[in-house]
């Protein structure tokens, strides 16, 4: 291989314009601005809309839930719906996603029962769902760790020339972490049927993106992997659905992976049990909330007469329901068994697992609610 083989030639750096094609007013960006893009057709937008509007109304139950003690953590993504749905609804029911603690948005929009998703934000120790059944991985916490196992998985597809393609979600703090470099070089080297989807939402807990990177673009570094990268503006759904669409056909399709840039804003705290007022002002936040996804889309389709009151009604309906169902099913008390915890981790288990559970065994015998947890 020389310096100059074809199949090592550069990519270009991402146009430093964040690609649109509806304005923050809802408006679509003129011809020129769209780089040649059409907008997705009507079905389409009011399709991510829907999801949109039922994602935020679940997401915004899971916080009030959360504020009653029904779970112990939420990371809340409201602010990145474009980001989140318009990427799920690319991606094809073949394809695998690989998410993070932000995008239990995304995982339920892919299938997976509520209950299921949030067993781990209840402190359950495992994914709570089949990831096979939804091929949907479990959420990580270890920042950047699912990069990798997404590099590995589209490698493992491509090498039993299975056409499917993987997409994962990384924030731009777990942009810093080495394993985000390990996964961009090695999906670029095997040319993996990767579509890395970074959320700049513009802080990790309390560091701003300008503590984070000295880059001008988090997507400027897919040049220096090989791979396309691409800036788009997160708060537009169906920029997003467009780019990402791309990517994943390119894909499924042999072209390898894609780095996009999706730049939103959290709304919400980064967890409830986080401050940001120790960190942010609220004009920040307030000028973010007047680049709402769902609004812009909203005012998109009301122009083109493709929203009416029996659509919004239906889906508010839909929205209550899942907030509904949502309620109940967290009402119910999960049936955790610590001791669980051991089982599974080894085919035949080490000493030291043996007795790290026995530990636990006594401890939770000694312990004053024994009794209780007993009966
Ligand atoms: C390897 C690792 N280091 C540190 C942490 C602690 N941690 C949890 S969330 C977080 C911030 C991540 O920010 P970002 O990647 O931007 O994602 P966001 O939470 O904004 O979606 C940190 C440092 C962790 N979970 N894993």
Redesign the pocket.
């Known amino acids: 291989m020389s310096l100059t083989d074809e199949s090592r030639a550069p990519v270009e750096l991402p146009d430093p314009e964040p690609f649109s094609l509806i304005s923050a007013s809802g408006k679509a960006v003129p011809a020129k601005a769209r780089r040649g893009y059409n907008l997705p057709d009507l079905d389409i937008l009011q399709k991510l809309y829907r999801r949109m509007v039922v994602a935020r109304r679940w997401d915004t139950q899971v916080t009030a839930l959360t504020r009653q003690g029904r779970l112990s953590t939420y990371?809340s993504a409201r602010g990145q719906e474009a980001s989140e749905i318009g990427t799920v609804t690319a991606m094809r029911e073949t394809d695998w996603l690989f998410p993070?603690y932000?995008d239990s948005i995304a995982v339920w929009t892919r299938g997976v029962p509520t209950a299921e998703l949030l067993s781990g934000f209840r402190g359950d120790w495992h994914c709570g769902w089949d990831p096979k059944m939804h091929r949907t991985a479990p959420q990580t916490?270890?920042?950047a760790t699912q990069a990798l196992h997404a590099v590995g998985f589209g490698t493992a597809a491509k090498l039993s020339k299975d056409p499917i393609a993987v997409a994962t979600f990384?924030?731009?703090?777990?942009t810093s972490?080495g394993d985000t470099h390990e996964a961009f070089n090695f999906a670029g080297v095997w040319q993996s049927p990767t579509v890395f989807v970074i959320?700049n939402?513009q802080?990790?807990?309390s560091v701003p993106i300008a503590k984070q990177t000295r880059a001008r673009l988090l997507a400027d570094r897919a040049v220096g992997y090989g791979i396309p990268g691409y800036f788009v503006d997160g708060n537009d759904a169906a920029a997003v659905y467009t780019i990402v669409s791309e990517a994943l056909d390119r894909a499924r399709t042999g072209g390898g992976p894609t780095i996009i840039e999706c730049l939103t804003y959290?709304i919400e705290p980064?967890t409830n049990s986080d401050d940001p007022s120790r960190y942010r002002g609220s004009a920040d936040v307030e000028a973010w909330k007047a680049k709402d996804p769902i609004e812009r889309l909203e005012r998109y389709l009301d122009s083109k007469g493709a929203i009416d009151e029996a659509l919004k009604e239906s889906i508010a309906i839909e929205s209550e329901e899942a907030a509904t169902a949502m309620r109940e099913a967290m009402n119910a008390e999960p049936a955790l068994d610590p001791m669980e915890l051991f089982e599974h981790v080894y085919s035949s288990r080490r000493p030291a697992l043996l007795e790290q559970r026995d530990a636990l065994a006594a401890e939770l015998a000694d312990s004053p609610n024994a009794e209780e947890a007993s009966e």
């Open positions: 990371p993070t932000r916490t270890p920042l990384i924030g731009d703090g777990a972490e959320q939402n802080f990790a807990i959290r980064h």
